[in-house]
């Protein structure tokens, strides 16, 4: 944790945190939750089947199904606990890491993996689901999701918006152009940054000097620390800040400190550049086992309940990997169909001299 000497000492922690990695809940002076036996046992289980999608998806690539796959592992709980904050009516924009939101958001996970696997162009109707499509393009999604949140606001609609982004997108200059655009339009907005502490294999310390979410009162609106990997405070700060968005009160940027315990993506090996003790010393505040020794610790579940979402994982695994295989590949020309909603020259020239260059080949 950095030591932040203008903060004074009867200042509220600095890390957000209402669910310790041993599983004890904590209280913390500015946010709390109060969840039911049955909400909890559902996080708990959107926890695990979400770790499950990501396993199978990573052992898909390496079996070479897939053309590349960015693991979430480690930052379960920022995902859950912020997409489960979401209303329907609230607008989510993802960056590529972002399976455990659209798994909040009901994309069917067979989707991204079409995408991945390269048979589909883009994957899902973001409309259907108010879940962007992935963006690639590092921290581009913000400025798009500032835009629209601005269209909230002159609809007058009672939603919000929420960007996804990582510690490295914040040296963007979009995201910084988009923290402007959504201070000085006050825009319902919540920018919601996991830093997993690294970019690729760039560290935290080559991003910045001091912790991220200050960076928030230099544009002029509320920045919080959130523990990451505690699926609790993440649903609790983001619910507050999407409330205050919808109301009136503008952005906020939540920083959910955690940990990218797998590689960038899979054409990544992080053993190159970074030690293995850090790895060792992050799996002990792993997101999942705190909510599991919460229900053991209160008797909110029993070894039966742990073991029929496992058997409920195993199933989501086999059958995500069987329509995997199944997903046929998509007609050639069919990549020029939603460049443009309404006919192009252009395009329609490209699509002439591709489907001449396939007609060279036996089909
Ligand atoms: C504009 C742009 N520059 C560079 C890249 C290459 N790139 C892909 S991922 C990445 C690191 C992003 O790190 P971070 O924002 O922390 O997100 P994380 O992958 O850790 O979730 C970079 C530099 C890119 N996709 N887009
Ligand atoms: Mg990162």
Redesign the pocket.
């Known amino acids: 944790m950095t030591v932040d000497a203008s903060r004074g000492a009867d200042a509220p922690p600095e890390l957000v945190q209402l669910l310790t990695p041993e599983g004890e809940r904590v209280e913390h002076p500015d946010y709390d939750i109060d969840l039911t036996p049955e909400e909890v046992r559902s996080l708990y289980r959107d926890l695990v089947l979400v770790r499950r999608v990501d396993l199978e998806a990573v052992a898909l690539q390496r079996q070479g199904e897939l053309g590349i796959w ?1 693991s979430l592992l480690g930052q379960e709980a920022a995902q859950i606990g912020s997409g489960r904050a979401l209303t329907d009516a609230d607008m989510a924009f993802p ?1 590529y ?1 972002e399976h455990g939101v659209a798994w909040c958001r009901d994309v069917d996970p067979v989707k991204l993996l079409g995408m991945f696997r390269g048979v589909n162009h883009g994957g899902w109707d973001p409309k259907e689901h108010n879940f962007h499509l992935y963006t ?4 581009s999604q913000t400025l798009h999701a500032v835009g629209y949140a601005m269209g909230i606001q002159r609809d007058d609609a009672t939603a919000a918006t929420i960007a996804y ?5 914040t040296s ?1 200059g979009d995201v910084n152009e988009s923290f402007i655009w959504a201070s000085v339009f006050n825009a319902p907005i919540v920018f919601f940054c ?1 830093n ?1 502490q ?3 294999s760039e560290p935290l310390e080559k991003q910045t000097r001091i912790p991220l979410y200050r960076r928030a009162s230099g544009f002029g609106f509320p920045g919080v620390r959130v523990d990451g990997n505690d699926v609790f405070a993440c649903l609790a700060v983001t619910r507050q800040a999407l409330k205050n968005a919808r109301e009136g009160q503008g952005p906020m940027l939540i920083e959910a400190f955690t940990y ?1 315990m797998g590689a ?1 993506t899979s054409s990544d090996d992080p053993t190159r550049y970074r030690v293995a003790s850090e790895l060792e010393a992050w799996k002990l505040k792993d997101p999942i086992e705190r909510v599991k020794a919460y229900l053991f610790k209160n008797e909110l579940a029993d070894q039966a309940y742990f073991d029929s979402i496992e058997a409920e994982a195993d199933q989501l695994g086999a059958d995500l990997r069987a329509r995997c295989l199944a997903m046929p590949d998509p007609e050639p020309l069919a990549i020029f169909d939603h460049v443009y909603s309404e006919p192009h020259a252009l395009i329609d020239e490209e699509r002439a001299q591709y489907a001449a260059y396939l007609e060279g080949f036996e089909r």
């Not at 690639?136 to 921290?139: A, K, L």
């Not at 982004?165 to 997108?169: C, K, P, Q, R, T």
């Open positions: 960015a960056t890491r690639i393009v590092i921290g982004f990582g510690d490295g997108a963007q996991q997993n690294w970019a690729i990218r960038h």
